[in-house]
């Protein structure tokens, strides 16, 4: 016979089960609106673009820093593109911008627009999962101090509490 729970006896948040114990419920890949917990690269650059401009929801460690390190290599590549194009004067001592540089400068400028948003729109899907707002996001605003304290947040661990910034599909 089991015995009735009372109030007090119920599990801390702490105690529920880990996120990654939740996406077992899942075969495969989890829905768009939650989070892959352990998401492999190739899933993670996807999932980033199909949740385009979706700011509701989480995203995991995995899914945060995989396109932290796809973005921090393209940006590597195309400074690269920019800097190879740019011609030495030995008048001045100065590099002109070549052709290469100009193109390198053009492609810079067109990813940087293109990720703005979904990048912006993945930090806020980062810090839900810590079950932080949202806004926080504006940190970084402030000069340095405001960059770090984002970017403690987003490698913080994922907290359970942040399940209230869900939204199911077809709910």
Known sequence: ??????PSQQPYPSEQPNPAQQQSAWQGEPPLWAPYYGAPF???????????ATFSGRASRSEYWWWTLVSVVVSIILNIVINA???GSSLSGTATPGPGAIFGTILIVIWGLATLVP????????????????????????PF????????????P??????????????
């Open 145 to 156: 101090l405001g960059a770090l304290a984002v970017l403690v947040f987003t490698i913080l």
């Open 1 to 6: 016979m089991s015995q009735p729970q009372y």
């Open 158 to 171: 994922s907290n359970p509490a942040g399940q209230r910034f869900d939204q199911p599909a077809g709910h």
């Open 119 to 142: 990048s912006l729109a993945l930090t806020v899907r980062r810090l839900h999962d810590g079950n932080f707002s949202g806004w926080l996001l504006l940190l970084v605003l402030v």
């Open 85 to 87: 194009g740019s011609t």
């Open 42 to 52: 190739p899933v993670a650059v996807k999932r980033f673009f199909k949740k385009y």
